[in-house]
Nanobody, 123 residues
Framework: QVQLVESGGGLVQAGGSLRLSCAAS????????MGWYRQAPGNQRELVAVISSGGNTNYADSVNGRFTISRDNAKNTVYLQMNSLKPEDTAVYYC?????????????????WGRGTQVTVSS
């Protein structure tokens, strides 16, 4: 019913930048919060950044000041600008969206995940 498609991952040297994008499509009435999570090998998935429909943001301490999350509500798209990348940022990055489907009551939102995009930072 809802698809999240990430793009923008890749290989970059330490200190470099990447910009991730995630577009939500399908039977969408409204997208509430959108966020980025990441999972490195052997680690649990962790929150990187989240943005509300009104633009309020929250960041993990490890990326605060280096990463910026933003969104385009008209396109149901969320972005993650990653600057000053470090080798420890290497992970699969997943997009998450809290979505109200068409025809559903506004309180009945569901969370959806993208398939992930690999970010590798070399030292």
């Amino acid at each position: 019913q809802v698809q999240l498609v990430e793009s923008g991952g890749g290989l970059v040297q330490a200190g470099g930048s990447l910009r991730l994008s995630c577009a939500a499509s399908g039977s969408i009435f409204r997208v509430n919060a959108m966020g980025w999570y990441r999972q490195a090998p052997g680690n649990q998935r962790e929150l990187v950044a989240v943005i509300s429909s009104g633009g309020n943001t929250n960041y993990a301490d490890s990326v605060n000041g280096r990463f910026t999350i933003s969104r385009d509500n008209a396109k149901n798209t969320v972005y993650l600008q990653m600057n000053s990348l470090k080798p420890e940022d290497t992970a699969v990055y997943y997009c998450n969206a809290d979505v109200v489907l068409r025809g559903w009551p506004s309180y009945a939102s569901q969370k959806y995940w993208g398939r992930g995009t690999q970010v590798t930072v070399s030292s």
